[in-house]
């Protein structure tokens, strides 16, 4: 595809993704389509700069947030949210905890309820739901920054590097790429 048509078909991706963000496309238009989804990676591996690779990661959380199957289920993903950030992770881990149970194939649902497992410091527990959500969407790079978090945290560092490394083959710009530690005698 030339660079132009590149381009425009990323930025009718972004669109499409900021659209179902506010509300205008309904859930269930869900699911970029896989290509979409691909050029969406591809762009995101290969971004000129942090601030390329910041608004195609904003288009991954978001066409990963539109997955939800249904409208309900959105609900309760952008209501945990909501109460995750005011402090009430033990209201938002109980409608995570029903979202995972009516969406089992819904990764987004099982990485926000890692995240909320892991701000409750239930380490063990978040990195279960990791798992999952890594099984159901292996790119994503959320759910390999919260291994490696986790793993940094419990003392256990080479797998939290390699968690992290793994992340960064993924996004190069991650945030938490300063938490990389350089091989002695390696030149990253």
């Known amino acids: 595809m030339p660079a132009a048509a590149t381009t425009f078909h990323l930025l009718t991706i972004l669109l499409v993704a900021a659209l179902a963000q506010l509300g205008v496309a309904q859930v269930g238009f869900s699911a970029l389509a896989a290509s979409d989804r691909d050029a969406l990676f591809d762009?995101?591996?290969?971004?000129?700069?942090?601030?390329?690779?910041?608004?195609?990661?904003d288009a991954i959380w978001l066409s990963w947030l539109a997955e939800a199957p249904t409208a309900d289920i959105r609900r309760k993903v952008d209501t945990a949210m909501q109460r995750r950030d005011a402090y009430d992770f033990?209201?938002?881990?109980?409608?995570?905890?029903?979202?995972?149970e009516e969406a089992p194939d819904y990764a987004e649902g099982w990485n926000q309820r890692a995240f909320i497992l892991f701000?409750?410091?239930?380490?063990?527990?978040?990195?279960?739901?990791?798992?999952?959500?890594?099984?159901?969407?292996p790119r994503h790079f959320g759910?390999?920054?919260g291994r490696a978090l986790i793993f940094m945290t419990l003392g256990r560092v080479a797998l939290g590097q390699e968690a992290?490394?793994?992340?960064?083959?993924?996004?190069?710009?991650?945030?938490e790429r300063n938490m990389l530690i350089e091989p002695r005698g390696v030149d990253l």
Not at 90 to 100: F, I, P, R, S
């Open 43 to 57: 762009a995101l591996k290969n971004a000129p700069s942090e601030i390329d690779a910041e608004k195609i990661e």
């Open 90 to 100: 033990a209201g938002a881990k109980t409608l995570l905890d029903e979202v995972v």
């Open 119 to 137: 701000l409750q410091g239930n380490y063990e527990a978040s990195l279960e739901d990791i798992e999952r959500t890594l099984a159901l969407e």
């Open 143 to 145: 759910a390999l920054s």
């Open 164 to 175: 992290l490394r793994e992340a960064l083959e993924i996004h190069p710009f991650l945030k």
